[in-house]
Every structure is written in structure tokens, then in C-alpha cells.
């Protein structure tokens, strides 16, 4: 019954840590899909004010050179036991999705709602990976706002970077978190 399969994953999407993250990440057509699933998020005037950049294979580690060289400029006095533990991130999942958003100045789009497109479509993408049977998660962190990682990456200076989704193939199960009750936070307003 796909109505119930569509209801299941919304009330039972979960994050799973990247040390849960093993291959084979998602590819081919699979990758496909959830790529396609970003591209239905919300995008008031057909802005696309975001775009994705894959990191697989290789470039992860190169990922987490960058990564390591940013925490040690922000953070000079870091033992070195941190600063690997910082290089070392990205390598825990087989594929990185990063989230990079580009805002555009729009009279009738303002800047936190084309970031809520990025963040409907990095929701998308973890909603598909999770129907496809991967594990993902969303992760950010002070790397994001440092303006020279950036630059390793590529970006331009008016592009950001709001996080990245890890994702692989779970390794083991994860609980689901217990979810509050939606009515502790709704109320009817009454004019």
C-alpha cells in the first residue's frame, strides 16, 4: 500500500551517525533519485538558490585534509590528537552531499526563505536515501562558515555552505529518536 509505505517514512525518518555508514553508497541510479528528490523542494520564483557538490572516493580524503588544515587555522593551539580526529570525518561515510546555498537579492523572495528551499531539499534527499535503504545524516559545524574552506572549495563569495549529508549503507540498526507529541507545541490561534 504505497499511501501507508509514504506515511511510515515520513513519521519514521531517522538520522544514522556516519559511524554506521559503510558501502556501498549511493550510485547509479539510486543516487539518481535522491538528487531528483532535492529538485522538488519548494523554490518560491524558481530561484534555485542552492546547489550540491558530491564528494566520494578519493576526494574524501582529501576533504578531510582541508577539513584538518581549517580547524588548525581557527583553532591553533589544537592538540594534534583533534586535529585528526577533524581529518578524519569525512572518510566516515562513503558520500558527501554539500549543501551549498547561493541567495539571490529578490524584493520578493528574501534570503531565509530561499535558505528553507536548501534546507527542503537536503530533507528530500535524506527522505529518499532512507526509502532506498541508505543511512544519512545531516552534519555542520564551525567548518562551514570558514570562508578559507570554502575557498578550497570552490565556492564563490557569495556562496555558503549550510552543511553536508553523509550517507552509506547502514552497518547496524539505529533506534529511532522518541518524537514529542505535536500537540505540546500547536495551538489554534482565534484572531
Same mark, same amino acid.
Given at each position: ?9 515520513? !513519521? ?61 587555522? $581557527? ?20 558520500? !558527501?552531499?554539500? !549543501? ?31 526509502? !532506498? ?9 564551525? $567548518? ?48
Amino acid at each position: 500500500m504505497p499511501m501507508q509505505s509514504a506515511i511510515n517514512l515520513l !513519521l519514521q525518518r531517522q538520522s544514522t551517525p556516519a559511524k554506521y555508514h559503510g558501502e556501498p553508497a549511493p550510485g547509479g541510479d539510486d543516487l539518481d533519485l535522491i538528487l531528483r528528490a532535492a529538485m522538488s523542494a519548494p523554490d518560491h520564483g524558481a530561484m534555485q538558490p542552492w546547489r550540491l557538490l558530491l564528494v566520494r572516493g578519493t576526494a574524501l580524503v582529501r576533504l578531510g585534509d582541508l577539513f584538518a588544515e581549517s580547524f588548525k587555522r $581557527r583553532n591553533p593551539e589544537a592538540s594534534a590528537e583533534l586535529v585528526e580526529r577533524e581529518r578524519s570525518k569525512p572518510t566516515r561515510s562513503p558520500l !558527501l552531499i554539500l !549543501l551549498i546555498s547561493r541567495p539571490q537579492p529578490n524584493a520578493k523572495v528574501p534570503e531565509w526563505e530561499q535558505m528553507m528551499s536548501l534546507g527542503a531539499a537536503a530533507e528530500h534527499m535524506q527522505l529518499m536515501a532512507q526509502a !532506498l535503504g541508505y543511512g544519512s545524516i545531516w552534519l555542520s559545524g564551525e $567548518r562551514c562558515q570558514d570562508r578559507w574552506l570554502l575557498e578550497q572549495l570552490g565556492l564563490g563569495g557569495d556562496e555558503w555552505l549550510y552543511g553536508y549529508l553523509a550517507m552509506g549503507s547502514p552497518t547496524e540498526h539505529c533506534a529511532g529518536k522518541t518524537r514529542k507529541d505535536p500537540w505540546d507545541l500547536t495551538q489554534d490561534w482565534v484572531g
